[in-house]
């Protein structure tokens, strides 16, 4: 079991707006660790999409976009595209010196 | 372009070693810029971190896998490495290695293609 929890499944209709949440603990994100984002598409290796909580490398739209508050974080998808549908990973530094993955989540455009 | 590209068996056995090597190009793994690290993923499951080390040899581990775990760099051949010891089913994963965007163990900005590696008799 991750010690990031994420919902297994989220899912929405084309243009609409979806998030993804990420609940960690005070030794990981309510430690004031940065909380980033991955999307996986089938059979790929995992794409960064948000650094830094809130921060987008060159190439990925600003229809992504990414926060953080206390214990959790939140990935924000809007104007969805069926190219969007894919699994999703929020990851964090935790004080025990470890790298943590949240259980991902996939998100299903309808 | 940075690329990195995973290399070993894809079968082992229980109870053996599982061996893994990532090959660097486009960049120097000597950089004391970054981290590079090994995660994987089972099969229909989600990514778990394995451990990353720093290019002076510097090592972070799983707190769950850290007795089983070696991870090592060879900076002349521009590689690091991955040993697993006394696998069993449970560790049949893709493996991927991969690149922390900083000096810390912060955000994976490149990843290989991963490699499937299978635990069976």
């Known amino acids: 079991q991750s010690v990031l929890t994420q919902p297994p499944s989220v899912s929405g209709a084309p243009g609409q707006r979806v998030t993804i949440s990420c609940t960690g603990s005070s030794s990981n994100i309510g430690a004031g660790y940065d909380v980033h984002w991955y999307q996986q598409l089938p059979g790929t290796a995992p794409k960064l999409l948000i650094y830094?909580?809130?921060n987008r490398p060159s190439g990925v739209p600003d229809r992504f976009s990414g926060s953080k508050s206390g214990t959790s974080a939140s990935l924000a998808i809007t104007g969805l595209q069926a190219e969007d549908e894919a699994y999703y990973y929020c990851?964090?530094?935790?004080?025990?010196?470890?790298?943590?993955f949240g259980g991902g989540t996939k998100l299903t455009v309808l | 372009q940075l690329q990195l590209q995973e290399s070993g068996p894809g079968l082992v056995k229980p109870s053996e070693t599982l061996s893994l090597t990532c090959t660097v190009s486009g960049g120097s793994i000597s950089s004391s810029s970054y981290y590079w690290g090994w995660i994987r993923q089972p099969p229909g499951k989600g990514l778990e971190w394995i451990g990353s080390i720093y290019y002076s040899g510097s090592t972070y581990y799983n707190p769950s896998l850290k007795s089983r775990v070696t991870i090592s760099v060879d900076t002349s051949k521009n590689q690091f490495s991955l040993k697993l010891s006394s696998v069993t089913a449970a560790d049949t994963a893709v493996h991927y290695c991969?690149?922390?965007?900083?000096?810390?163990?912060?955000?994976?900005?490149?990843w290989g293609q991963g490699t499937l590696v299978t635990v069976s008799s």
């Open positions: 830094g909580s809130s």
């Open positions: 991969a690149r922390h965007r900083t000096s810390r163990l912060t955000a994976i900005d490149y």
């Open positions: 990851q964090a530094y935790d004080s025990s010196l470890s790298v943590l």
